[in-house]
Structures are given as structure tokens and as C-alpha cells.
């Protein structure tokens, strides 16, 4: 499958990548995971974009082309790809679309998770992600085994740093300035799929009923 994950920041498109690439081996593509990795090493590419993010506003347009023009050419992405957190602006849904007819690849659709903001603020603020591997974890709902440890790969549990309560905020605020707009951009495209629901098997079984279709 060949899809777009929608959805405000704490919506569940880390969670619903993760249950699809079960499925049927595509990968999950995470700008965020790819943006941290690139802070944590120290590379040009995260120097350049780690005060955006410690703010929660956006990482500008162009270094998010760069890094997805080459991601998405990798030989992984052959068997299908998850976008998590891209496009997130308008610039970026259009190049995007111009890339993706350039190197000839064809997307099934878009996936919006609409989820209540109440909902997502208390996500947010209970959320934490392993530094080795990225799963997500959630102090109330679901916590590691051992406090602080991740269960899959044995590397620290934390809180983000974008996850403070002002971060958090801005990057709400942001999302509904910049990137809440592409849900009509892939409408207008006939390439959106809607869903509201806080359970992500229920997402999950949406989705598949329409790849079925
Ligand atoms: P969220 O949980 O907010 O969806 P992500 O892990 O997707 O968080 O992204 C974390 C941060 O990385 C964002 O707040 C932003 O600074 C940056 N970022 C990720 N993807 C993009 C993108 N497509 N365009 C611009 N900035 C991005
Ligand atoms: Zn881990």
C-alpha cells in the first residue's frame, strides 16, 4: 500500500504505521523519526533543524524535499510506504505530487484521522518514545514493562522535547494553520479517506476495507 497519514500531532499515525506495515511489509516513513535521528547524530541536516523543532513549528519546506526525494527512491519503498508527518504544508502536498509523478509511483490515497482535541491534549502530554526505536508508549495507558526502558529494544523511554505543555500548543496551532488544509487539497484530489476514531484497530479496519474495495 501507498498511503498518506493525516491527522494533528497525537491523532495515532505513528501507531496506525506501525499496525500497517504488519500487514504487508510496506515501511513506515516518519519525517519526525528521520528529523530526530538527524539531531541526535549531530548531522548538518539536523543542526539546521533541531530549533524549529524543540519550538514545535515546522521544519522549512525545502530540507523536507531533499530528505523525501531521496527516501522515497530507495529500494524499500518498492513494496509500499507509509507517510507519517508529509506532506505537512501545502508546498510540500504539490511537490510531492510532482515528484511522485516524476519517478512514477502511484498513491492509493490519503487517510485523515480526525480525533477530538481533548482527546489528543491528554495523548500529548501522557505520551513518551523510545530513543533506540521509536515505539510509542503512554504512562497512563500504556506503559513499558520497566519504567523508562523500552520493551523492544532495550534503549530509554522519554519525553520529547517538543512535548512540553507550549510545544505542544504551538504545534497544535501550527497543524491547523499549515497542514489541516491538505484534508481539502486530497479531497479536491478524490483522494481522501476520512475516519473518525480514537481506536487505531478500528482505523486500521477502515483502511483495509477500502484498499479492498
Ligand atoms: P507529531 O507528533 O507532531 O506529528 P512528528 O514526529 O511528525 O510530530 O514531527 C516532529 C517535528 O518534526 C515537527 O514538530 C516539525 O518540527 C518537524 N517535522 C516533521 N515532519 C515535518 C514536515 N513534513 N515538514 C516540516 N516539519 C516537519
Ligand atoms: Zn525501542
Redesign the pocket.
Known amino acids: 500500500m501507498k498511503l498518506i497519514l493525516l491527522g494533528?500531532?497525537?491523532?495515532g499515525?505513528?501507531t496506525v504505521a506501525k499496525m500497517l506495515t504488519a500487514m504487508d511489509g510496506s515501511v513506515q516513513i516518519?519525517?519526525?523519526?528521520i528529523?530526530?535521528g538527524a539531531v541526535k547524530d549531530g548531522s548538518e541536516l539536523g543542526k539546521k533543524?533541531e530549533a524549529?523543532?524543540k519550538a514545535?513549528?515546522?521544519?522549512?519546506?525545502d530540507?523536507?524535499m531533499g530528505i523525501m526525494e531521496e527516501r522515497l527512491q530507495q529500494d524499500d519503498c518498492k513494496s509500499g510506504f507509509l507517510l507519517?508527518?508529509?506532506?505537512?504544508?501545502i508546498p510540500?502536498a504539490n511537490e510531492l505530487k510532482e515528484l511522485l509523478t516524476r519517478i512514477n509511483v502511484e498513491l492509493d490515497f490519503a487517510v485523515e484521522l480526525d480525533v477530538p482535541r481533548d482527546v489528543i491534549l491528554d495523548r500529548?502530554t501522557t505520551r513518551r518514545t523510545c530513543v533506540g526505536c521509536g515505539a510509542i508508549y503512554n504512562v497512563k495507558s500504556m506503559p513499558p514493562k520497566v519504567e523508562g526502558v523500552c520493551d523492544k529494544c532495550g534503549a530509554d523511554v522519554v519525553q520529547?522535547d517538543?512535548e512540553t505543555e507550549a510545544a505542544i500548543s504551538n504545534?497544535l496551532d501550527?497543524?491547523n494553520e499549515k497542514t489541516a488544509p491538505l484534508v481539502d487539497f486530497y479531497s479536491k484530489e478524490d483522494m481522501l479517506l476520512s475516519i473518525t476514531a480514537t481506536s487505531s484497530d478500528v482505523v486500521v479496519a477502515a483502511i483495509k476495507e477500502k484498499l479492498e474495495a
Open positions: 494533528a500531532p497525537g491523532a499515525k505513528g516518519s519525517t519526525g523519526d528529523l530526530r533543524a524549529f523543532m514545535g513549528d515546522l521544519v522549512p519546506d530540507l523536507i507519517d508527518g508529509f506532506p505537512r504544508t510540500q500529548l520529547r517538543d504545534r501550527v497543524y
